[in-house]
C-alpha cells in the first residue's frame, strides 16, 4: 500500500470513527432507551423531555417529547412549528381499548369544549386504532407524529395505522392529555417540559 493510499485509509477510518461517535446518545427512562435526538422525514427532532407515567405506585408506561427546539412552557410545544413527535413504551400489559378511552378522556379534560365537535372523528379513529390492537403488552411502543402538511400518523408497534389525521388541532389536543391544564401525570407533565 502506497504512503498516500494509507493516508487515505487512515482518514476515512476517522470520520468513520467521528461519525460512529457523534450517533445519537440515548436516555433512560425506566430501563426504556430513549434516543435525544432523531431524524422524522429528514427534519432534526431533540428529546424535549421524558419520564414515567404512574398510576397510584404503579409504572404504566414512558413517554418522551422531541420537538425541533426545546421548550418549556405549554403555550411553546404547541406553537411550535415543524414535525413533532410523542413516543409510548408500555411498562405494563393493559387494555388497548382501555387505553384508548384513557386517551379520549385525558382530550375531553384538557380540551376546550368549543375544539371537541372537531376533534370527535380523529378520537373515534383513534379508539378504533387501539380497539384493534386487542392488548398492548410490557415493551410495546407507539407513536403519534405531527407531519405538516400530512396530519397527525398514529404507528403502533412499529406499524403506521391507516391514513394521518389532517387536522393539527387533534395532535394538540392529544399533546394536551400529557401537558394541558389537567394532565394524566403532573410529574410526567414536568418531565416532557425538560422540567424533570
Do not use: C, H
Not at 57 to 78: Q, R
Not at 106 to 114: A, K, L, W, Y
Amino acid at each position: 500500500m502506497t504512503f498516500f493510499a494509507m493516508q487515505r485509509l487512515l482518514a476515512l477510518s476517522a470520520i468513520a470513527l467521528a461519525s460512529f461517535g457523534a450517533t445519537a446518545a440515548q436516555v433512560d427512562v425506566a430501563g426504556v432507551k430513549l434516543d435525544d435526538a432523531i431524524d422524522l422525514r429528514g427534519s432534526k427532532l431533540l428529546l424535549n423531555g421524558a419520564g414515567v407515567r404512574y398510576k397510584a405506585v404503579f409504572k404504566v408506561y414512558t413517554a418522551g417529547l422531541y420537538l425541533g427546539k426545546k421548550a418549556d412552557t405549554v403555550e411553546e410545544v404547541l406553537a411550535s412549528g415543524g414535525p413533532k413527535r410523542i413516543t409510548i413504551t408500555m411498562l405494563r400489559d393493559i387494555d388497548a381499548n382501555e387505553l384508548g378511552k384513557l386517551f379520549t378522556r385525558g382530550v375531553e379534560d384538557n380540551s376546550p369544549r368549543s375544539e371537541m365537535v372537531q376533534l370527535i372523528p380523529g378520537l373515534l379513529r383513534m379508539g378504533q386504532m387501539f380497539a384493534d390492537q386487542k392488548q398492548l403488552k410490557a415493551g410495546d411502543s407507539f407513536t403519534v407524529d405531527w407531519i405538516p402538511g400530512s396530519g397527525s400518523l398514529v404507528t403502533v408497534k412499529g406499524v403506521p395505522q391507516g391514513d394521518p389525521i389532517k387536522e393539527q388541532a387533534f395532535f394538540n389536543a392529544l399533546l394536551r392529555i400529557w401537558i394541558g391544564p389537567s394532565p394524566a401525570d403532573y410529574k410526567l407533565k414536568d418531565a416532557l417540559l425538560g422540567k424533570g
